[in-house]
Structures are given as C-alpha cells and as structure tokens.
C-alpha cells in the first residue's frame, strides 16, 4: 500500500467512505493530497475527508517522487495487474467508495474498473472523470499526436498544448522529468481500447458518471467529455460541465478548489459524514 499511496488521508480509521484518485500523466498522488506551495490550508479532498470521516487513497505510479526508484511501464493493462491485488482487497471493505480520475488517469481507472467488474469487486458509488475523452475514441480522433517519434522540441510543443509548464523544459529540470513524461505519454499514445466486459448490461457501468471539461483547455473539450456517456446505465444522472482553468488546472490552487468543493458538494449519500 505505501508504494502505491504514499499519502493516505486518515489512515488509521474505519473510514464511512473513500475516495479513490488517479492522477494524470507526469503528475504524482500529491495533486490530490498536497496542499500546494504558499497555500495556508489543505486542499478541499483532505478537508472533507478529515472533517466527514473519509478516507483519501490516491494511487501513485512508479518512477516519481517517493518512488522515483521504482521501474515505470509504458502500457497501463501490466499497472492494473500490479494494483488490483493490492487495492481490492480493501475495496471489498463495506465502505462505499468513489473514483475520481483526470486525464490520462481517467483511462487507468477505467482499466481497473474493468478488472474489478470482471473479478467481482464492488464497484464505487459514482465514477469523477475530467479532462480526457472516453476510452472508446478512434485513434484517428484522438486530440493528441504520438511522442515516439518526436525528437525533444517537437516534444516540448506537444507537451505545451498539455499546459505543461515550461519551468520543465529547462534543461536540468528536463534530466529528471523526461523520462517519466515519455513513458507516461506513452501510456496513453499506445494504448488499445477493449470494452467492458460482456456481463455488464449493454457494456455500461452500474453507477454514475459526472465529467468535466476545462473552459481553456486546448486539447479535450465538452464533446470528448460528452463521450463517457455511453459507459453508465445512469444516463439520467451523466453530467458534463465547464469549469475555469486549463487541462493542468490543479497547479492553479483557486481553480483546482473550486473543482475539489464542487466535487464534494455532489458525492452520492453517505459521502458527508453520515451514517
């Protein structure tokens, strides 16, 4: 647990919910634990969670900040396989859960909730993804360009249309990021979409699914957020809305807070501290 959640949020309690984070390529769990620089409070996930008795887990890939040593993949089916046994055994707790998912954490979710429907592990009260399009999306339609063959300028301007800052271009700074932004970019260049497994009906998840899209975000827009849709039976309950800020909006803390408040404010029943 502490190579994949560096960082849980009220570990020591018998939570009355959780919620499950995955961050976006070329970030770390600290995107939903950190309070980030100069801030005089925590963010609203940990404020929530240490005020109405939750739990925070967000997952952290290998190969950055406390696991800096460890190996990274550049395929995200082989991460599943390594999370799953160490993750569901908690999630067959009888604590109710959500998964809140960004970017390409929206696709890692939904590998591996494709593996707990599959395994027979209880499925969270509600799936949060942002900034990303559904899975399903032709690869002819995919609002990015492949880095393999980008030489490291070219890269450096796909990575911009990413708002990535460019304090990481910098050359030392490049040293010790590069690495870890192929590999991560990789994940999502590559990857070869299959649907839901087939006992699922109509291939849809039984929960619902709230999306956002970012008001200055170059790449993923209301349409690409409009597509998850499709993987809830809850299509009453689908929602897709607009908020302030670019696709890395959560190094932009007022922006970043009014997601997280907004977040919390529509957790299903029994995500605000009662019984």
């Not at 008795?53 to 967000?58: E, I, K, P, T, V």
Request: net charge neutral.
């Amino acid at each position: 647990m502490k190579q994949w959640f560096p960082k849980i949020i009220n570990p020591d309690i018998v939570p009355k919910f959780r919620l499950v984070c995955f961050h976006n390529a070329g970030s770390s769990e600290t995107v939903y634990t950190g309070r980030g620089m100069r801030q005089p409070t925590e963010n609203p996930f940990v404020l929530h969670c240490q005020e109405k008795g939750g739990q925070l887990l967000a997952v952290q890939l290998p190969g950055r900040d406390s696991g800096k040593d460890l190996p990274r993949k550049r395929q995200l089916p082989p991460y599943v396989q390594d999370l799953f046994p160490v993750l569901a055994p908690t999630l067959q707790e009888d604590i109710p859960y959500v998964v809140i998912s960004h970017s390409m954490g929206t696709w890692f979710a939904y590998e591996f909730l494709k593996e707990c429907a599959a395994k027979g592990i209880p499925l969270p009260k509600q799936w949060v993804v942002s900034g990303f399009p559904a899975p399903s999306i032709p690869e002819s339609e995919r609002p990015w360009n492949k880095n393999a063959p980008m030489n490291d300028p070219a890269f450096f301007d796909e990575a911009r249309g990413w708002d990535v800052n460019e304090i990481v271009f910098q050359p030392p700074n490049w040293k010790t990021f590069g690495g870890m932004m192929r590999d991560d970019f990789t994940l999502f260049d590559e990857y070869k979409y299959t649907p839901p497994p087939p006992h699922l009906l109509k291939g849809e998840f039984p929960f619902p699914i709230k999306a956002t899209y970012f008001k200055k975000d170059k790449r993923c827009k209301k349409q690409h957020l409009e597509m998850w849709k499709d993987f809830t039976s809850e299509k009453l309950a689908f929602t897709a809305t607009e908020f302030e800020g670019n696709h890395l909006f959560f190094y932009d803390f007022p922006s970043r807070n009014k997601w997280m408040e907004a977040v919390c404010s529509t957790l299903p029943a029994g995500f605000n501290g009662e019984c």
